[in-house]
Every structure is written in C-alpha cells, then in structure tokens.
C-alpha cells in the first residue's frame, strides 16, 4: 500500500498529525456473504474516531482486521504503521483491544486480572507496579484489588477491561461495543476515562450503537451493510441532512409512526424517546395534515414543532436511503 501518499491529517482543532490508520478499499467476504465492502478511511493520532451502525452492518469485522486478528479479502490497511495483512503480530503488541464481550476472567481477582495481562504484554518488574497501581486508581478499584472479578458490578468490570486493555500503554485503543449493556452514569465515567486517554495522545477507535456516544467522537463513520455510508465530524453530518423535521407529541408515538409510513410528503417517521420525529417534504402542508390523518385513526397529538436533526434523525434517514439495515 501506498501509505506514504497521505501520511498527514488535519483534524478538530487545526492541528496537522500523523496518520495512526489508513484504510483503502478494505474488504471481507465469508463465501458469497460480504461482510466488509470496500471500506476507506483515515484516523489521526490522538483522535476519537466512532463507527456508529446497527447489527450486522460490519463494525465488528472491520476493528477484527484491524487489530490483525482477521485477514482482509481485498483491499489494504496500515495500522500504527504496520500492514495488516502482512504484519498482524506487529500489530497486536501496538494496540489495544476491547471487545463488546469483556475478556476479564472471573475466578480472578482484579489484582491477578492485572498481572496476567501483564504477562501477556510482556510488561513485569517495576513497570508492572507502576502500571497496576495506575489502573487500579484509574478505575477506581484500589479498595477491591482482592476482590474476585466476577463479584464486581459491570460498570467496574468495564473500568478494569479497559485499565487492562492500556496496561502496555499502546498508541491506539480499539474499543468494540465496549460499553453493551452498561447504564447511562457508568457509560458517562467510561467515557470519560477515555478522553484522559487521548489527552495523552493515545488514538481511540470504537464501535458503538448509541447515539450519544456518536456525539462524543471527533469524527464518525455511519456504517451499514459493509459499508460507510457517511463519514464527518458529528455536528457536520447534522449539517448534512436537507430535509426538515417537526417533533409531534402524541399519545402513541408507536402507532403513530407505523401509520405514518409510505404517506404523501412524509419522508420517514420514527420514534424519539416519548415523541415522534417526523422527517417531511413540506412543513406547512405537514402541520396540517398530521392532527388530522393520526386523530382518524385514534391518534391524539399535542404540540407539533420543528427541531434540528439528530445524530439519530440523521442516521435513520441515510439507513433507509441505503436500503434499511441488515433484518435479523
């Protein structure tokens, strides 16, 4: 590959860096399946780069070639530096790893999780204590460093998966759905965790499904069927979306928007917390119409207003102009 060609980018505050990922045409097939199709992109050091996608939209596989532990079909890749598909072992002991499913093992406790993913890393001696203690403090588990690991509540099993997955101090952090499962406060301490870690130059590269996560990268990459549909900074990809919305409080935003679907001059209707988002082709001839097409069907509504789009509005619209997602 290439790779010298662009060895730059300029990211959110004007700053130049080097180039801690490259992407070109990157592709996986399992069979006639193609789960990865062409996908290309660059990452800056020191940035939060997000994949936002629903299930089975290739997030997973993708951040698998990456990390080196799954060869791409086609396509090229350089990761830290190393080629992905020639330098994987390189690549493992340059990076760190996080997957949605936690890799601590319970029998343990969070003292001896540590020291074997030190041995793993090959990281022992003096470093060793310095790094433990870092993580311990870092998740905030210097009180519980015997207690067994599978007595700890997730939020704390996903400080100390990501305290171990940085134990070597690599320069790039995949992070795959790390936070699956955990409640808003313990995903707000993560996240907050990870940006002391990009604070000290460390690049992050992470998955995820939930829209407020999206918002806290610097850029994203909107992935469905194999493929990135969308990649921009997040307030840019809001920017992006032409159409106007007009949130309906209703009494039944699940009926409402099923009856909503396929109508004249609605684009797209979908849910949004207890409202409905209404994605229209005009707004005046929408305001008239929707209290009187939902109240015959049994619908009531209350106030209806314009909002600017969301990430989620935003992604929900590009999804369906590609097809929708993956069924199942």
């Known amino acids: ?117 030190g041995g793993l890393y090959s990281v022992a001696g003096d470093r060793l204590a310095r790094r433990r203690d870092w993580v311990l403090a870092m998740a905030g588990l210097g009180d519980h460093r015997r207690q067994l690991t599978a007595q700890l509540p997730l939020g704390w099993k996903q400080r100390l998966a990501l305290g171990c997955a940085v134990l070597h101090e690599p320069q790039i952090l995949f992070l795959d759905e790390p936070t699956s499962g955990v409640d808003p406060v313990s995903r707000r301490a993560f996240w907050e965790l990870i940006y002391q870690l990009t604070a000290g130059g460390t690049t992050v590269f992470v998955s995820t499904h939930y829209m407020e996560e999206a918002e806290y990268c610097d850029r994203l990459a909107l992935m469905n069927r194999g493929r990135i549909i969308a990649l921009d900074r997040p307030a840019d990809l809001r920017a992006q979306m032409a159409e106007p919305i007009l949130e309906v409080e209703t009494d039944d935003a699940s009926a409402a928007s099923q009856a909503l679907q396929h109508q004249p001059g609605i684009v797209e209707a979908a849910m949004f917390g207890r409202a409905l988002h209404v994605v229209v082709e005009d707004i005046a001839r929408a305001r008239a119409f929707l209290p009187a097409f939902l109240a015959e069907r049994g619908i009531a509504t209350g106030a209806i207003h314009e909002v600017p789009p969301s990430l989620e509005d935003v992604f929900v619209s590009l999804v369906r102009r590609e097809g929708g997602a993956v069924a199942g």
């Open 1 to 117: 590959m290439t790779a010298r060609a662009q060895d730059h980018a300029t990211i959110r505050d004007g700053t130049t860096r080097r180039l801690a990922v490259e992407v070109r045409e990157l592709t996986r097939r399992f069979g006639d399946f193609t789960a990865v199709d062409r996908v290309s992109f660059t990452v800056a050091e020191g940035e939060i780069f997000g994949f936002l996608g629903p299930n089975g939209a290739g997030k997973t596989t993708t951040i698998k070639m990456l990390t080196g532990l799954l060869a791409p079909t086609a396509g090229d890749g350089r990761v830290a530096g190393f080629d992905v598909r020639t330098e994987s072992e390189e690549i493992k002991r340059s990076i760190g790893y996080m997957s949605q499913l936690f890799s601590l093992y319970g029998d343990l406790t969070v003292e001896e999780n540590i020291a074997f993913y």
